[in-house]
């Protein structure tokens, strides 16, 4: 039996964009997924095209057992987290001797083949390394870890990554004048926030100006709004939408002791909160029990 777990991530800025050969920057947090393999000659395991592919790009089966912290679709990268902490499970169970980097590498593209070609290496990279990262096109540059404090508001209203992805795709091709000034701008901000990264007073003020550009985009949804203004009503730095939007989570940037402040804010307007920080570890090996 082994056990693995990997983190959950947010996009600071640049989702969406980073389909486009932007860059984005990303962060592992600290709620986790933990995933139990076993070698068994009955296997079993929930329903998830995630898990099927893991084992079937290992040739092997067995039984799978998830606890996850991170809730599911999103915007948290909880399939990205399940598809790393489940490879590293097989490759450990059944000896198959791979590395880190080819953990995300298989992660990434079984992600890809799920998600119909097109998804970002970020979340895999993320959760498989821990700490921040911006990408570029299935370039990845670590970057030093900032104790930012962060507060997710979950919407609760369930969305498609690949929806919004294909929204995206259409609003683009329809309107391209439009559009791609848009992403121009969004990479803007991306190169501005690597200057500042030190700043969470200025980088607040990007994630609004992000945040607009996402609503541009077509990926907003009024509960996500009402949770954005409530963070920074209670005096966060900034809000945006993180992941796919249209539904999902927003992620606010705070000063530390008011933090709870404005989750409390999140749940009158009916989001989830979660109090987090950056996870610098990634994936890890569990004791087994
Ligand atoms: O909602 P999530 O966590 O799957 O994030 C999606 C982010 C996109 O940029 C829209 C897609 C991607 O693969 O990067």
């Known amino acids: 039996m082994a ?12 989702e969406h964009a980073v389909l486009y050969e932007k860059p984005g920057i990303a962060l592992a947090i ?9 070698k068994t000659s009955h296997p079993h395991h929930a329903k998830s095209p995630y898990i099927d592919q893991c084992f079937r790009e290992f040739g092997v089966k067995g039984s799978v057992y998830i606890n996850s912290q991170l809730p599911s679709s999103s915007g948290l990268g909880s399939s990205a987290a399940v598809t790393v902490a489940t490879l590293a499970a097989i490759n450990d169970e059944f000896d198959m001797g791979r590395s880190k980097e080819q953990i995300a590498e298989l992660a990434w593209k079984i992600e890809k083949k799920v998600q119909k070609g097109r998804a970002s290496a970020t979340d895999t990279t993320v959760s498989t390394y821990g700490g921040m990262f911006l990408i570029k096109e299935g370039t990845r540059k670590r970057l030093a870890p900032q104790n930012y404090h962060l507060v997710i508001g979950n919407s609760q209203i369930s969305h498609s990554t690949s929806r919004m992805v294909e929204k ?10 439009i559009i791609n000034p848009v992403l121009d701008s969004i990479e803007a901000i991306v190169m501005d926030a690597m200057k500042h990264l030190d700043e969470p007073a200025y980088l607040g003020k990007l994630m609004d100006m992000n945040n607009c550009l996402l609503e541009m985009l077509g990926v907003g949804h009024p509960q996500l709004s009402r949770l954005v203004l409530a963070a920074r009503s209670t005096g966060a730095f900034g809000a945006k939408i993180t992941g796919a939007g249209g539904g999902g989570c927003m992620v606010a940037l705070a000063p530390k002791n008011i ?18 920080c950056i996870d610098t570890e990634g994936l890890r090996k569990e004791r087994d029990a």
């Open 259 to 276: 933090r709870a402040r404005i989750a409390g804010a999140i749940e009158v307007f009916d989001g989830r909160a979660i109090i987090t």
């Open 30 to 38: 600290r709620p986790r997924v933990y995933v139990t393999v076993r």
């Open 3 to 14: 056990t693995w777990s990997a983190p959950g991530k947010v996009f600071l800025f640049g």
């Open 168 to 177: 995206v795709a259409e609003l683009r091709s329809k309107h391209p004048a």
